[in-house]
Each structure stands twice: as C-alpha cells, then as structure tokens.
C-alpha cells in the first residue's frame, strides 16, 4: 500500500486532489507576453484577470493582483529530462538564470549540482536552475540525477 492510497483509505480528499499553483502578476499582459515569448508557453483559458496553463498534466494559473511575490523562494517548478538543453534554450529565448553562491550551494552557468533526492525519486540527486518571470515570481527547473 503506498501513500496515496492510505490517505485514501483515510478520507483524505487532499491527498487525491490535483494540485495547481497560482503566480501573482502585477501587469497580466507583460506576463502573457514573458510566459510566450521568453518560456514559449502559451494560455489553454482565459477570464478577466486570469491566465490558465497547461503543462505536462498539471495546471497554473497567472492571476492580476495588486501583491508582489517576494522571488526570495521557488514558487514553482517543472522537472525536465535534459536541463542543460532546457536552459540553453530558455537563455537563446532571452531568460536570465540566477546565479548563487552561497555556502554548500553554487551555480556554474547558471545550474546547480543538488546533492540528495526524495528516496520515492529513485534518484540520487538533482539538478537545478532558477530563474524570475516579468512579474518576479522565482520559477525553478529540476532534472533527477539517477
């Protein structure tokens, strides 16, 4: 029996729902035209004040709102086979990727070598890049190390 299911059996509604994240934005059409031009993404839905998307099965949402993000942590993440190519094409596109050098974490153009994973990853470890959208919300990109 794995997690899922003895949340399941625990009546544990949440463990079964999906899960989708919402990025605040000052100017929705700046972010629009960031999340098109710069990440090549475009809207699957739309209403006043609100931007769906879609990617690889799960959703969020860029909403207009008056609040700032802080783009002091990953708000959200997507997890890609080659990161390296990822992030060479993001930067062609025009994205600038963070650079951090703090102790125990280093960026070399702009990737991190993560050590450790979730055991459930069946990985070793973790890639990373982190960069902020027009809006400043800290978007991140993962590749497992097997």
Avoid: H
């Avoid at 990161?83 to 094409?89: G, Q, R, Y």
């Avoid at 982190?130 to 993962?142: K, V």
Wanted: charged share 30%.
């Amino acid at each position: 029996m794995n997690a899922d299911d003895r949340n399941a059996d625990d009546g544990n509604a949440l463990a079964l729902a999906r899960v989708a994240t919402r990025l605040p934005a000052q100017d929705l059409d700046r972010a629009r035209r960031f999340y098109s031009e710069q990440l090549a993404l475009e809207p699957v839905d739309e209403r006043p004040g609100g931007l769906l998307y879609r990617c690889g099965g799960a959703e969020f949402v860029l909403f207009r709102s008056t609040g700032v993000s802080p783009g002091t942590f990953t708000q959200m993440a997507w997890e890609v086979d080659d990161l390296k190519a990822v992030v060479s094409e993001l930067k062609r596109r025009g994205v600038v990727f963070e650079e951090v050098d703090v102790p125990g974490f280093r960026t070399r153009n702009g990737i991190a070598e993560i050590e450790g994973n979730y055991p459930s990853k069946g990985a070793r470890g973790e890639r990373g890049a982190w960069f902020r959208d027009s809006e400043g919300n800290m978007l991140g990109i993962g590749e497992p190390v097997v």
